[in-house]
């Protein structure tokens, strides 16, 4: 059938040919389905519920947050549980005390606030709610590879707007590059994983530059920077702000997000979305983490100061290592493979970037306390006892 998306739609994630899809069995899924291949989610759980007991294990491949919430958050939701809020009742559909909150923390008025199922569910519930098959998508590349699934999923086509460095603030390049006739453009700021910032007086060129395409800022890393669009939700009617609680909040199990847009965005966005779908659990903890601002104040310090620290000593070590505005740092190696099974050895997951085009050789690691980045080190050293180019650059 000449359905107009089904040339254009081959993007490079599009890996798996349709006869392919039919011999896998059973109804065949949506043309932009068939076309997708399984989301490639690499977490180190497993890995971690097998390592050594002798072992601490240092999760530094997701960016969650390297501590558990704080006692307030686990106190709200022991309170929760043993009180009169039976478990068998749907949750608070329109999340209002939560809403309130955030309200108050970013300075939008909560009718502007929609709370999701952690951030992916706002990215999806925009794509949804937004893309037609055969749609064009701009994205900073590189970028963070859920946003792509998404799109791709509704039949989308993502044009990767590639800066001329990673690490080059993307403005320019979009203004340049956007096509008038693109639904969405995707920025997520700071990036992830390159940790690039695009400051909110750009996000505003851009939005003014493309009145008729949906502007995203994904600030899953805000807290960390302190930089943020979403003041910008008030008079421009074609951005949208996502953020989440499974970064510096440290409550990612729970599954937490939220979005930022003007009336016009949401009166759709509401037409999907399902106010079931943000546990109760979920809205009672990230109630209590937003309530404890000092606990958060206090672990984004030290991420910021654990970021000096290990940047500092892996740079003594002969590495090519850089800070980001994010909650991780950034080394490139000659072989990032060997790096990351090493230290797997000792017990530290982290990603390895290398595989992503245009930023060959990096391996990323999320920041935590000072005392964790220097534990890492410590471990570091014995596998460069072992291996001295381990961290050579390549
Ligand atoms: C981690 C991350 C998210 C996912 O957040 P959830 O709220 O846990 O779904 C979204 N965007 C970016 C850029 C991220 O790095």
Redesign the pocket.
């Given at each position: 059938m000449g359905l107009p998306f089904a040339k254009t739609y081959e993007g490079p994630m599009a890996t798996r040919s349709s006869s392919e899809s039919k011999v896998s069995g059973g109804p065949t899924p949506s043309r932009p389905i068939s076309d997708l291949s399984a989301y490639d989610a690499v977490s180190s759980l497993e890995k971690i519920g097998r390592c050594r007991s002798d072992i601490q294990p240092l999760k530094l491949d997701w960016?969650e947050s390297t501590i558990p919430p704080s006692p307030r958050v686990i106190q709200a939701v022991l309170d929760f549980l043993h009180g009169n809020h039976p478990l068998n009742w749907y949750p608070d559909l329109a999340a209002t005390p939560l809403r309130e909150a955030i309200g108050r923390y970013t300075g939008v008025p909560a009718d502007n606030i929609l709370i999701t199922n952690?951030?992916?569910a706002a990215l999806d519930l925009v794509c949804r709610t937004y893309l037609d098959p055969g749609d064009c998508v701009d994205v900073v590349w590189p970028t963070?590879g859920h946003f792509l699934v998404f799109a791709r999923a509704c039949g989308a086509v993502p044009r990767e707007i590639e800066p001329s460095s990673p690490f080059e603030v993307p403005t320019e390049v979009l203004l340049e590059r956007v096509q008038p006739d693109t639904k969405i453009v995707y920025i997520?700021s700071p990036n992830?994983p390159t940790g690039v910032v695009t400051p909110a007086a750009d996000v505003a060129r851009i939005c003014e530059a493309f009145p008729s395409s949906l502007v995203i800022v994904?600030e899953?890393?805000h807290e960390f920077c302190g930089e943020t669009a979403a003041a910008l939700v008030r008079t421009l009617d074609n951005l949208v702000v996502t953020r989440?609680f499974?970064?510096c909040f440290s409550i990612?199990a729970v599954?937490v997000?939220y979005l930022l847009a003007a009336h016009g965005v949401m009166r759709h966005l509401r037409k999907l979305h399902n106010p079931k779908s943000v546990n109760a659990l979920g809205q009672v903890a990230a109630l209590a983490a937003l309530e404890d601002r000092e606990f958060r104040e206090r672990f984004v310090a030290q991420v910021r100061e654990a970021g000096e620290v290990l940047v500092a000593a892996l740079r003594e070590r002969g590495a090519e290592a850089r800070t980001t505005r994010a909650n991780f740092v950034l080394v490139r190696v000659a072989n990032p493979g060997r790096l990351v099974k090493a230290l797997e050895e000792e017990g530290v997951f982290v990603r390895d970037r290398s595989h992503i085009r245009g930023f060959e050789g990096y391996v990323r690691i999320t920041l935590g306390t000072c005392a964790q980045m220097v534990d890492l080190i410590e471990r570091l050293d014995r596998l460069l006892a072992r291996d001295p180019l381990l961290l050579a650059p390549p």
């Open positions: 960016n952690g951030s992916d963070y997520a992830n994904d899953a890393y989440t499974s970064k990612a599954r997000g």
